[in-house]
């Protein structure tokens, strides 16, 4: 490797740093971490459904550990598509709009460093927000998790119950607090994002405009839920006694559509499951998959592109 | 388009074989029935569909224990029907969604209901009966859930649901057999192997059973509750009827007076369908060795009352 090919190298990384930090700081000042403090509130709020129980020590309170990590996870996803889809909707129009775009495509930028860095921009303001989201949900399920343990292990010594089976109820009170397998859920939130930012912008390189980009994007986050169903239908090889054209529209649909099912492993975390690693590298893999082609490809579409 | 057909090509196998593992080791739910997503709602669908089942779950949660407060009994269910759908790997949702059903809605036919007494007892015993099948479900989704097979266990043993299964004998079956599998996952409390055996003990013609189990329960001190020390006895008695049950009381017990009080606990637990054999032999030795006058005998107090539906439901 020569000397130039190294500067040119160097030179990428640093074009696309320097529009990915510019799209980051201009959707900052589109004033979007006035989000998080809708989110406080409903960290906060989500430690008042603790609804009555009906069982032993054991019972106590998991139920409050549940609904905070359920309303907390939810309203990341729903921040983080949300945020993912309208922000990159919005980068290319505006930049358009405000002659940006031209200024930056006279100078020598390819427009794959342009892309990349607008994608990154986003993803980077993405990641900001779930981390401290996440460093919120955290804090506030951390501290009611001892609340809730402290109670139950006073009920289960009041009721004399022996120190394996308070060692046991711990564990098991434990596992509904903070976790690793939780930060595994937050990350597979910002792998689904990620999917959902770099497929807005492939729609975006060729949509006439930004409502068109966000409702078909929409369309395809929800389809994509549907994604693995169809595939089922082709891979069980017409068993339920489908059609040729049953089983050639649902592999053409499980083709072209994300499969964004399994990413439902959020919900098991939830509901208390450990994640493996193993799983979160996987939906890692399918991340970047998805992001890489989906960048590319609206690099061949952008390319051609006059302005 | 060629491209995304070829890319969508490359990436199939790997997410069908990701979707396998995940459904196998039960990290990812079974598909949302088409009957959840009539009763949910568009709003809620598209929700629960968009990555948030759990979430919408909570919501519903919420919903249920408003029906609770307000005692619309059949719509607690449906709504518990639902939840279960979306998380059904959710303990709290099946333990509540059972309790509500076998045990509020069960007492609110028994106590407050302005119908008349044949239809609350109907109503009562089909309660208890929604709530074992919703627990036996919850069971057949969660297999290693110590707690759920615990709480099927308690229910079917539950002196006062038993009058609401059909054959006692089979209740008490089951309800040993759910303690047995809750204990076996090896995460069940202690008490769950001796309820085991309290359950074991009330089945007839498990005698054997239960006694061998009461014996390897007997050899851990922490087990030796009084009424898993007078089960022993009545079960030795019931192997060996000419055994001298005094004798053993003394023994289990350590002194006449201790051992009379534990007898005649256990002489009075009518409700609780305990065997009692070798108890009233015991009960008459001891009496003597006592000096108890037989206006104070065991014999001539008042047993617990049956309380079985039939008095409940009389007017």
Same mark, same amino acid.
């Given at each position: 490797?020569?000397?130039?090919?190294?500067?040119?190298?160097?030179?990428?990384?640093?074009?696309?740093? %320097?529009?990915?930090?510019?799209?980051?700081t201009?959707?900052?000042?589109?004033? %979007?971490?006035?989000?998080?403090?809708?989110?406080?509130?409903?960290? =906060?709020?989500?430690?008042?459904?603790?609804?009555?129980?009906?069982?032993?020590?054991?019972?106590?309170?998991?139920?409050?550990l549940?609904?905070?990590?359920?309303?907390?996870?939810?309203?990341?996803?729903?921040?983080?598509? %949300?945020?993912?889809?309208?922000?990159?909707?919005?980068l290319?129009?505006?930049? %358009?709009?405000?002659?940006?775009?031209?200024?930056?495509?006279?100078?020598?930028?390819?427009?794959?460093?342009?892309?990349?860095?607008?994608?990154?921009?986003?993803?980077?303001?993405?990641?900001?927000?779930?981390?401290?989201?996440?460093?919120?949900?955290?804090?506030? &399920?951390?501290?009611?998790?001892?609340?809730?343990?402290?109670?139950?292990?006073?009920m289960?010594?009041?009721?004399?119950?022996?120190?394996?089976?308070?060692?046991?109820?711990?564990?098991?009170?434990?596992?509904?607090?903070?976790?690793?397998?939780?930060?595994?859920?937050?990350?597979?939130?910002?792998?689904?994002?990620?999917?959902?930012?770099?497929?807005?912008?492939?729609?975006?390189?060729?949509?006439?405009?930004?409502?068109?980009?966000?409702?078909?994007?929409?369309?395809?986050?929800?389809?994509?839920h549907?994604?693995?169903?169809?595939?089922?239908?082709? &891979?069980?090889?017409?068993?339920?006694?489908?059609? =040729?054209?049953?089983?050639?529209?649902?592999?053409?649909?499980?083709?072209?559509?994300?499969?964004?099912?399994?990413?439902?492993?959020?919900?098991?975390?939830?509901?208390?499951?450990?994640m493996?690693?193993?799983?979160?590298?996987?939906?890692?893999?399918?991340?970047?998959?998805?992001?890489?082609?989906?960048?590319?490809?609206?690099?061949f579409?952008?390319?051609?592109?006059?302005? | 388009?060629?491209?995304?057909?070829?890319?969508?090509?490359?990436?199939?196998?790997?997410?069908? *074989?990701?979707?396998?593992?995940?459904?196998?080791?039960?990290?990812?739910?079974?598909?949302?029935?088409?009957?959840?997503?009539?009763?949910?709602?568009?709003?809620?669908?598209?929700?629960?569909? *968009?990555?948030?089942?759990?979430?919408?779950?909570?919501?519903?949660?919420?919903?249920?224990?408003?029906?609770?407060?307000?005692?619309?009994? @059949?719509?607690v269910?449906?709504?518990?029907?639902?939840?279960?759908?979306?998380?059904?790997?959710?303990?709290?949702?099946w333990?509540?969604?059972?309790?509500?059903?076998? !045990?509020?809605?069960?007492?609110?036919y028994?106590?407050?209901?302005?119908?008349?007494?044949?239809?609350?007892?109907?109503?009562?015993?089909?309660?208890?009966?929604?709530?074992?099948?919703?627990?036996?479900?919850?069971?057949?989704?969660?297999?290693?859930?110590?707690?759920?097979l615990?709480?099927?266990?308690?229910?079917?043993?539950?002196?006062?649901?038993?009058?609401?299964?059909?054959?006692?004998?089979?209740?008490?079956a089951?309800?040993?057999?759910?303690?047995?599998?809750?204990? @076996?996952?090896?995460?069940?409390?202690?008490?769950?192997?001796?309820?085991?055996?309290?359950?074991?003990?009330?089945?007839?013609?498990?005698?054997?059973?239960?006694l061998?189990? $009461?014996?390897?329960?007997?050899?851990?001190?922490?087990?030796?509750?009084?009424?898993?020390?007078?089960?022993?006895?009545?079960?030795?008695?019931?192997?060996?009827?000419?055994?001298?049950?005094?004798?053993?009381?003394?023994?289990?017990?350590?002194?006449?007076?201790? $051992?009379?009080?534990?007898?005649?606990?256990?002489?009075?637990?009518?409700?609780?369908?305990?065997?009692? !054999?070798?108890?009233?032999?015991?009960?008459?030795?001891?009496?003597?060795?006592?000096?108890?006058?037989?206006?104070?005998?065991?014999?001539?107090?008042?047993?617990?009352?049956?309380?079985?539906?039939?008095?409940?439901?009389?007017?």
């Amino acid at each position: 490797m020569n000397d130039t090919t190294q500067i040119s190298r160097g030179s990428h990384v640093s074009r696309i740093g %320097v529009i990915a930090l510019h799209a980051f700081t201009q959707l900052v000042r589109m004033k %979007v971490f006035y989000f998080l403090a809708v989110f406080a509130v409903i960290a =906060i709020a989500s430690n008042f459904f603790d609804l009555p129980q009906h069982e032993g020590p054991e019972s106590v309170g998991v139920n409050v550990l549940r609904s905070i990590k359920s309303w907390s996870l939810g309203t990341m996803t729903l921040f983080s598509v %949300v945020l993912s889809i309208v922000a990159t909707a919005l980068l290319l129009p505006k930049d %358009v709009e405000d002659r940006t775009l031209y200024t930056i495509l006279a100078k020598p930028v390819p427009r794959i460093d342009y892309l990349a860095g607008k994608l990154l921009g986003v993803l980077l303001l993405v990641f900001v927000s779930l981390a401290l989201m996440d460093v919120l949900m955290t804090a506030v &399920l951390q501290i009611r998790t001892s609340m809730v343990l402290e109670q139950q292990l006073e009920m289960a010594r009041a009721m004399g119950w022996p120190q394996d089976a308070i060692d046991s109820l711990r564990v098991e009170t434990l596992a509904q607090g903070p976790s690793w397998s939780l930060q595994g859920a937050v990350f597979a939130v910002f792998l689904r994002a990620s999917i959902m930012a770099s497929l807005a912008l492939l729609i975006s390189t060729f949509s006439t405009s930004t409502l068109f980009t966000t409702i078909i994007s929409f369309l395809i986050y929800f389809i994509g839920h549907f994604q693995a169903d169809a595939r089922d239908v082709y &891979l069980q090889a017409g068993q339920a006694g489908e059609g =040729i054209f049953a089983r050639l529209a649902s592999l053409a649909f499980s083709l072209v559509l994300p499969d964004f099912q399994n990413f439902n492993v959020i919900d098991a975390v939830i509901e208390g499951q450990a994640m493996p690693l193993l799983i979160l590298g996987k939906l890692t893999l399918i991340g970047l998959y998805y992001a890489l082609f989906f960048t590319i490809a609206s690099w061949f579409i952008f390319a051609e592109k006059e302005f | 388009m060629a491209a995304l057909l070829a890319f969508g090509a490359a990436r199939l196998p790997f997410e069908a *074989g990701l979707a396998k593992e995940l459904r196998a080791a039960g990290l990812t739910p079974p598909p949302m029935e088409i009957g959840t997503r009539d009763k949910i709602g568009q709003t809620s669908s598209a929700v629960a569909l *968009g990555g948030l089942r759990t979430l919408v779950a909570t919501f519903l949660n919420l919903r249920a224990f408003s029906f609770f407060q307000e005692q619309r009994w @059949d719509d607690v269910a449906d709504a518990f029907d639902t939840i279960v759908d979306l998380a059904p790997r959710t303990r709290y949702y099946w333990e509540t969604g059972s309790w509500h059903s076998a !045990y509020n809605a069960a007492s609110y036919y028994t106590n407050d209901s302005k119908l008349p007494a044949l239809r609350r007892r109907e109503a009562w015993r089909a309660s208890i009966l929604r709530g074992r099948a919703f627990l036996e479900r919850g069971i057949r989704n969660n297999p290693t859930d110590w707690s759920l097979l615990a709480g099927l266990g308690f229910l079917l043993s539950d002196s006062n649901k038993t009058a609401a299964f059909r054959d006692p004998n089979e209740a008490f079956a089951a309800a040993a057999d759910a303690y047995r599998h809750s204990a @076996d996952t090896g995460k069940a409390l202690p008490y769950v192997r001796r309820a085991e055996f309290y359950s074991l003990a009330r089945v007839a013609g498990k005698e054997k059973e239960a006694l061998a189990l $009461a014996r390897s329960l007997y050899a851990s001190p922490q087990n030796r509750t009084p009424t898993l020390l007078i089960l022993l006895l009545v079960l030795e008695a019931h192997e060996n009827p000419s055994m001298d049950s005094t004798r053993r009381a003394l023994e289990l017990f350590g002194t006449p007076e201790k $051992a009379y009080e534990a007898l005649t606990g256990h002489w009075q637990r009518t409700r609780e369908r305990f065997p009692v !054999y070798g108890v009233a032999a015991a009960l008459e030795s001891l009496e003597k060795t006592l000096a108890i006058p037989a206006e104070k005998s065991i014999f001539n107090q008042p047993l617990q009352s049956t309380a079985s539906p039939d008095d409940w439901f009389q007017k």
